[in-house]
């Protein structure tokens, strides 16, 4: 005889529910995906030397992959809505890998900017939104933790890839690197997406691992939501979108132009290295951290919070030349960085439910994709130009108060 659950009782106590398994299946992909991305900084000094390039041409390269992997969300969003977020996963994941790849036998700039600015940048936008987004649908009492954790890999991915990617090249070269990167992204990358799961519904679960309202084994109801396009003619959208645009032009420029910050400051390589890492430290706290304390506090005011806090941080960074001052800001920039990367989906799925979720979250994403194609180039040229990241900084902290005061502007809601 079958044994029912009380409605909102946990489904199978004995058992982990399916949703962490989900959780660690997208943490493994944004730590492979966006540690590999973000691990270029390391590669900037050997890029400029090997192909005689300026700092802003090479800074091109990592902004060309960052708008595709947040721009193609818009495209990747909705099939996996369609199709579902394993096989988008697991495109995304040989894309990524491919990418590397063409990467290390690269020639000329112009065929990095297409092996890793369109490998690495499709890869990650054909796995990035699809899986975040699936995360959302397991959660709801707890969806703020469950997707600080989830994006938590993309911390610590900052934290270890980008070292790992530096004592590579010192040891067997630029071209070595990117394909041991390659390698790694092709084998557990592909792994971790056989553990996606699209909604608990499809697999006749509920949310958090409750336990289905009715008694008998009728089919899960499908969850609700707002349709794409209702969704992105809202007003909530609109501000959404405008806030995470005005932030993206400056979040992305210290993941560039910290290491060459540093060492233009006297900084010794090693060290330098270690602070995109610490931006990786903060940035793990703050996903774990922060994204719980939302749950509480309320997730609206908090990506508020967030945005402020990432203008505080960057402001601090014009006064910062010596190694302990350069990681205090890595270490609390990356702390407000990591709760607007948990925030984000979370928001989202509060004001538009979760049936269309990946699509809306895609859609959204084309503002950080401007913002990320636009910042750190410009800072690369504003350097180029007056031998200084004064201006850059000063822009890139204006952005996120900004961001912040439109945050403020959100009606309230739940959660």
Not at 133 to 145: D, E, H, K, P, T
Not at 346 to 372: C, E, K, N, P, Q
């Amino acid at each position: 005889m079958r044994m029912h659950a009380q409605p909102g009782a946990p489904l199978s106590a004995g058992r982990v529910f399916r949703g962490w398994r989900v959780v660690t299946a997208a943490f493994a992909i944004t730590f492979l995906g966006f540690g590999s991305a973000y691990s270029f900084s390391a590669f900037v000094d050997a890029l400029q030397r090997d192909f005689s390039a300026t700092r802003g041409a090479v800074s091109l390269v990592f902004s060309l992959a960052g708008f595709l992997y947040f721009g193609f969300g818009v495209v990747s969003g909705p099939l996996a809505d369609r199709y579902g977020s394993r096989r988008m996963a697991w495109i995304g994941m040989l894309l990524l890998a491919l990418g590397l790849a063409l990467a290390s036998a690269a020639q000329s700039m112009a065929q990095i900017y297409v092996a890793y600015g369109l490998g690495v940048g499709l890869g990650v936008g054909c796995a990035y939104v699809p899986v975040v987004g699936a995360v959302q649908r397991w959660f709801l009492r707890r969806r703020g933790l469950a997707s600080g954790l989830a994006v938590s890999g993309i911390g610590v991915g900052t934290l270890l890839v980008p070292p790992l990617a530096s004592a590579l090249i010192d040891l067997w070269g630029w071209r070595a690197a990117y394909m041991a990167l390659a390698a790694a992204v092709a084998l557990l990358g592909c792994a971790a997406a056989r553990w996606v799961e699209n909604s608990p519904q499809e697999l006749g679960q509920q949310p958090d691992g409750d336990a289905a309202p009715a008694a008998r084994a009728a089919p899960a109801s499908e969850p609700g939501g707002v349709p794409v396009l209702a969704a992105i003619r809202s007003k909530v959208f609109v501000l959404l979108y405008l806030a995470s645009m005005a932030g993206a032009f400056g979040v992305f420029v210290p993941f560039v132009h910290l290491i060459p910050y540093a060492l233009d400051h006297g900084i010794a390589p090693g060290p330098a290295v270690l602070l995109l890492g610490m931006v990786g430290v903060g940035s793990t706290a703050g996903r774990f951290l922060l994204g719980t304390l939302a749950d509480r506090l309320g997730r609206r005011v908090s990506l508020a919070t967030m945005y402020a806090g990432m203008a505080a941080s960057l402001a601090l960074w014009v006064v910062c030349g010596q190694f302990w001052t350069l990681a205090l800001f890595a270490l609390v920039f990356g702390a407000f960085y990591g709760g607007w990367v948990a925030l984000m989906p979370a928001v989202v799925m509060d004001y538009f439910g979760g049936r269309h979720v990946s699509g809306i979250i895609g859609a959204l994403y084309t503002s950080v994709a401007f913002g990320t194609l636009i910042g750190p180039v410009a800072a690369g040229h504003a350097y180029d130009l007056s031998g200084s990241y004064l201006l850059p900084i000063i822009a890139s902290a204006a952005g996120n108060a900004v961001a912040a005061a439109v945050t403020w502007l959100l009606p309230c809601r739940s959660g």
